[in-house]
């Protein structure tokens, strides 16, 4: 496989071009020949157009690339090395949404042959692979796996609005269903990844690694969440103590603030919910996950204290919120814990703009069903700063003290105009 792929005479397919897996498919089209296949129509013609649905990637980014965008199975059919790259989410009960994945393995069932490789890089739950997405496949293509065809997992390391890391410079892990599997699809994902790839033994032993990646950050966070909560009652900074705590070289450097996205704040459900499965019930993992998921309510309630303490009047009051996205300088909005910040606000009846230089209005108000603030007024009570785009460091405190009120407070979640903010009262995590 991997011989013939370098030669051309055999072709890649990436399904599903969003974060993940457009950089990936231009990545590999650098050299291969390459199918980038995507079920929806819009997204694939902007892509024919040289242009990133997701605002990651420049047009620059498809220059010398032998790519072709499609939604169309028989164009698909072409294809021998597919790769899965669609997203996969939880419900609004925490429980794995694997609709998306299901899906694609249907997809797949539909044009494999004999031959064949299949590779996933979503991320799922230890077993999901060849317990979930093998059946699917084989009921539909009728093709039996390591007979027939092969199956591999490489978790996705794509790191948004991240320059740095990238799929070329993160080592790779790679996993097959067996030796001569393992052995092709090392060599293939070897072509595009310059820090080398890990092979790992099994390929839940790759699901698993994936999901214990964010579940350690996403435990840490907690960990500086609940430790923000009790320094706030004693009148510390809390970022004052993690700098002085950070002076030990073993000392781990996470910081408190929200925690949405796509990956840490979704990941570890996948894991408690197959743990359950097996007769399990998490304990840290998820006392992380409830005080990580508790933060936008407990930022909500320290602004509404302020004002009910300098206005009295909260039908009247207003706050600004700076950011929507999930992390600073994307235009990702997927689980952004923002927006459970804006909906405790509105509960108490606050007038709330927000605003952000990355995010589509259009896109809010689909998703979360707000939109971004044509202009910012002069008055607000508070404003939260909750992300810290890069255009939002160049404002000071004269900037705050222009737009608020003379009692008002700036919340500052991630500590950025620490030692700043003079002119009104200053709150961070």
Not at 78 to 84: D, H, P
Not at 194 to 208: L, T
Not at 212 to 241: G, H, P
Not at 371 to 382: H, P, V
């Amino acid at each position: 496989m991997y011989k013939e792929l370098v030669e051309k005479k055999k072709t890649l397919a990436v399904i599903g071009l969003g974060y993940v897996g457009l950089p990936i498919a231009l990545e590999f089209a650098k050299q291969l020949k390459v199918i980038g296949f995507d079920i929806n129509a819009e997204r694939v013609q902007m892509m024919q157009n040289k242009i990133d649905p997701s605002k990651e990637l420049g047009s620059n980014a498809f220059d010398g690339t032998d790519i072709e965008f499609t939604n169309d199975l028989e164009v698909l059919k072409k294809a021998n090395f597919f790769i899965v790259a669609v997203p996969t989410p939880v419900d609004e009960h925490n429980v794995p949404d694997l609709i998306p994945v299901q899906r694609a393995s249907e997809t797949i069932g539909k044009v494999l042959k004999k031959g064949d490789y299949v590779v996933y890089e979503s991320t799922v739950y230890p077993g999901c692979t060849e317990e979930d997405c093998v059946p699917v496949i084989e009921k539909l293509s009728g093709l039996k796996m390591t007979e027939d065809y092969m199956i591999g997992y490489s978790p996705e390391r794509i790191n948004p609005g991240d320059k740095e890391h990238t799929i070329t410079t993160i080592t790779k892990v790679v996993s097959g269903c067996c030796g001569e599997s393992l052995d092709n699809i090392a060599k293939v994902y070897e072509l595009i990844v310059k820090a080398g790839v890990h092979r790992a033994s099994s390929i839940k032993v790759a699901e698993a690694a994936k999901i214990i990646e964010n579940t350690q950050r996403d435990l840490n966070i907690a960990l500086m969440n609940e430790l923000s909560i009790i320094f706030d009652k004693m009148n510390i900074n809390t970022f004052e103590v993690l700098e002085a705590a950070g002076t030990k070289w073993n000392f781990l450097k996470f910081q408190p603030g929200l925690v949405g996205g796509h990956c840490i704040g979704v990941d570890p459900y996948y894991l408690t919910y197959k743990s359950q499965k097996l007769g399990y019930d998490s304990q840290v993992i998820l006392a992380g996950r409830n005080i990580n998921d508790g933060m936008a309510a407990y930022v909500a309630k320290k602004v509404l204290q302020h004002i009910i303490k300098s206005n009295g009047n909260i039908k009247d009051a207003k706050v600004l919120v700076m950011g929507a996205t999930f992390k600073e300088n994307v235009s990702d909005i997927r689980n952004s814990k923002v927006a459970d910040v804006i909906k405790e606000l509105k509960s108490f009846s606050l007038n709330v703009d927000v605003t952000d230089p990355h995010a589509s209005s259009e896109e809010l108000n689909h998703e979360y069903g707000f939109e971004l603030a044509a202009n910012t007024a002069k008055d607000y009570d508070a404003v939260i700063i909750t992300v810290p785009h890069d255009a939002y460091k160049k404002m000071d405190d004269a900037y705050f003290t222009s737009i608020t009120k003379k009692d008002a407070i700036v919340a500052d979640l991630k500590g950025t105009y620490r030692n700043n903010i003079k002119s009104r009262q200053y709150w961070s995590l």
